[in-house]
């Protein structure tokens, strides 16, 4: 599976960006998906899941209330909407692809990864 991150750009403060995930290739609808990010100089870090379903989502608590992850199984496709973004958030998002059903917090959890989109918010 190859997994296709975009939506990312340069947006000030308390502004809005939506990215997208797209999965080619080898794809199931039975996967987990998640999103990740690595801030500059830092270790990358879980930010949102979803389920396989769509049903169960789970989120960092420093996006949690800002940021909505949801997935359309369609098009093998997963967006994370970013609201109210703080200078903080400024990173680079990986999107992924978990082992199972579920999406997890932890990156051993995820055996597939996207390039990154990188998110910079200005102060």
């Known amino acids: 599976v190859q997994l296709q991150a975009s939506g990312g750009g340069l947006v000030q403060a308390g502004g809005s960006l939506r990215l997208s995930c797209e999965a080619s290739?080898?794809?199931?609808?039975?996967?987990?998906m998640g999103w990740f990010r690595q801030p500059p100089g830092q270790e990358r870090e879980f930010v949102a899941s979803?389920?396989?379903?769509?049903?169960?989502?789970n989120y960092a608590e420093s996006v949690k209330g800002r940021f909505t992850v949801s997935r359309r199984k369609a098009s093998n496709t997963v967006s994370l909407q970013m609201n109210s973004l703080k200078p903080e958030d400024t990173a680079v998002y990986y999107c992924?692809?978990?082992?199972?059903?579920?999406?997890?917090?932890?990156?051993?959890?995820?055996?597939?990864w996207g390039q990154g989109t990188l998110v910079t918010v200005s102060s």
């Open positions: 992924a692809r978990a082992r199972g059903s579920y999406g997890r917090t932890s990156q051993s959890d995820y055996n597939a």
């Open positions: 290739g080898r794809t199931s609808s039975n996967n987990g």
């Open positions: 979803i389920s396989w379903s769509g049903d169960s989502t």
